[in-house]
Structures are given as structure tokens and as C-alpha cells.
């Protein structure tokens, strides 16, 4: 396949595609695969040793990993039936744009911020621990 073509608006807007659609099982198979996946993602975030701070930070990946592999077996299940306006190779790259441009997003984002957030709950047990307790009402 000449890649060139995914430039041209023409070929990625086209309303009705046709029916040679190639691709049409590796996409199913690679949606599917994300959506069989975020399961595993969703226990393994459960096992790290800080994942209590790391939810902040990476607690949305396996839900937006099935959006993500939902829509994109819908949207490949619209192309390869040919629906006019729905089958266009446009919904199939936009969804896999948005996959590529969120992990990139939440990868920035971890990087940028968890060491701050780990210090800082850390310094926090600390200056806790010297707090006077709140008196509490005995009501008999």
C-alpha cells in the first residue's frame, strides 16, 4: 500500500470506500487484543508497589484502553461493511490517533508529575504524625 495516499483527503474521505478492505482482520484482531489486555493492565496496576499514588496517574488506562478498542471495533466493523459516511478510513485513523496521542499524554504527565506526587505524600506522613489530634465530643 502506497502510504502517499493517506495524505490525500479524497482517499481518506472517500463517503463510500468499497469493498476491498485488506486490513479488516488485523484490525479486529488488534482492537480486540486491546480490549483483552486492559484486563491485564488494570491487575498488573494493581500490583505495583505505589499504586495508590500511580492511580492518579495511570488509574484510566485500562478503561480508556476498552473505549479505545470498542470504537475501534465498531468503526472497523463499519468500514468493512461498507456503510456510507461511517465506513470512511477517517473514523479508523482518528481512533487510532487519539489511542497514540492519550498514551503519549498520560506517559508526559506520569513522568512529569509522580516523582513530585511521591515526595510529597511521603513529606506528608511525616508532618502528619505531629498534628494534634482533633478533641472529640463524648455524648453520653
Known amino acids: 500500500m502506497n502510504l502517499l495516499k493517506?495524505?490525500?483527503?479524497?482517499?481518506i474521505l472517500d463517503p463510500v470506500p468499497g469493498m476491498g478492505?485488506?486490513?479488516?482482520?488485523?484490525?479486529?484482531?488488534?482492537?480486540?487484543?486491546?480490549?483483552?489486555?486492559?484486563?491485564?493492565?488494570?491487575?498488573y496496576l494493581k500490583?505495583?508497589?505505589?499504586?495508590?499514588?500511580?492511580a492518579r496517574f495511570l488509574g484510566g488506562i485500562p478503561s480508556r484502553?476498552?473505549?479505545?478498542?470498542?470504537?475501534?471495533?465498531?468503526?472497523?466493523?463499519l468500514r468493512d461493511q461498507n456503510i456510507p459516511y461511517l465506513g470512511m478510513r477517517i473514523w479508523i485513523i482518528l481512533v487510532l490517533i487519539s489511542c497514540l496521542l492519550y498514551g503519549i499524554y498520560v506517559l508526559r504527565n506520569y513522568t512529569k508529575n509522580f516523582n513530585l506526587a511521591l515526595a510529597l505524600t511521603h513529606t506528608?506522613?511525616?508532618?502528619?504524625?505531629?498534628?494534634?489530634?482533633?478533641?472529640?465530643?463524648k455524648r453520653k
Not at 493517506?6 to 482517499?11: G, M, Q, W
Not at 485488506?22 to 493492565?41: D, H
Not at 506528608?124 to 465530643?137: A, C, I
Open 6 to 11: 493517506l495524505l490525500t483527503p479524497s482517499y
Open 124 to 137: 506528608k506522613k511525616v508532618e502528619d504524625k505531629y498534628v494534634p489530634k482533633t478533641k472529640r465530643n
Open 21 to 43: 478492505f485488506s486490513y479488516g482482520w488485523p484490525l479486529f484482531i488488534l482492537f480486540a487484543l486491546m480490549i483483552a489486555l486492559s484486563y491485564y493492565v488494570h491487575s
Open 47 to 54: 500490583t505495583r508497589p505505589n499504586h495508590k499514588i500511580e
Open 65 to 77: 484502553m476498552r473505549e479505545f478498542g470498542i470504537l475501534g471495533l465498531l468503526v472497523t466493523f
